[in-house]
């Protein structure tokens, strides 16, 4: 299987991702709404990963590695270009509210992993590493979204909206000036009270089987996004 290391792409660049859920651990916080994140990520992993295992770099949390081929016209091209791109899948092993330590240590281990000056993550790619800076990539419950639909952003230093999730990772010192990829799983319509018991009750309500089908079901059009807002 190739990797970011063995596959040069002269018009688009390599980028490897990280995409990482957050969500809450334990069997009785297994499939709530809070957790779409982790729902959606594995599926990901089970159809597009490679085995999943726990790893001392990662927390000893669920990953899985994978590389991915993605179709892409490059600019001033008549043709499509084949693009290979290293994933790896990470389910946090924290708590929602306290998600962003393990994701800063996973970060650093994708980011040594993944860039020829490990030191780079974060800041301008070396031009020898022949390949695009490292993506995180954040899969996260989102209430102001339908239960089925998806939305996907990018940028830098952005506001957490109230995710408690969203917020801890932003508070990592090495997350604050990197370009992040958040991608929304909607588990809406929210209640109609914007009272915090009642927004956590229903977050932490359980999905029924078909709700998680739905989520599950965004596994190839939320991948095939990724990749296109990745590599623009």
């Known amino acids: 299987m190739p990797t970011s290391r063995d596959i040069v792409n002269d018009e688009?660049?390599?980028r490897p991702?990280?995409?990482?859920?957050?969500?809450?651990p334990g069997s009785n916080y297994a499939n709530t709404l809070h957790s779409a994140g982790h729902i959606l990520l594995n599926t990901l992993s089970a159809n597009f990963g490679g085995p999943v295992s726990g790893q001392p770099g990662y927390g000893n949390a669920p990953v899985a590695h994978c590389t991915h081929s993605q179709s892409l016209q490059p600019k001033n091209s008549e043709t499509e270009q084949q693009l290979f791109i290293p994933i790896t899948f990470y389910r946090s092993p924290s708590y929602m509210n306290v998600s962003g330590p393990s994701l800063a240590k996973?970060?650093?281990t994708f980011g040594a992993q993944n860039t020829a000056d490990p030191?780079?993550?974060g800041s301008s790619p070396s031009p020898a590493s022949?390949?695009?800076?490292?993506?995180?990539?954040i899969l996260h419950d989102e209430l102001e979204l339908p239960l089925g639909k998806f939305k996907v952003s990018s940028g830098k230093g952005r506001s957490a909206r109230g995710h408690n999730g969203l917020k801890s990772v932003m508070e990592q010192q090495c997350?604050?000036?990197?370009?992040i990829t958040r991608v929304g799983?909607?588990?809406?319509?929210r209640p109609q009270s914007r009272d915090p018991e009642a927004v956590a009750k229903y977050v932490l309500g359980k999905m029924k089987e078909v709700e998680r089908e739905r989520v599950g079901g965004l596994a190839g059009p939320v991948l095939n996004a990724i990749e296109k807002e990745c590599l623009r």
Request: aromatic share 2%; net charge positive.
């Open 12 to 14: 688009a660049g390599m």
């Open 17 to 24: 991702l990280l995409i990482a859920s957050l969500g809450n």
């Open 106 to 108: 996973a970060w650093r």
């Open 119 to 121: 030191a780079a993550v």
């Open 130 to 137: 022949l390949m695009k800076e490292p993506r995180l990539v």
């Open 175 to 179: 997350l604050k000036g990197i370009v």
């Open 185 to 189: 799983v909607g588990i809406g319509p």
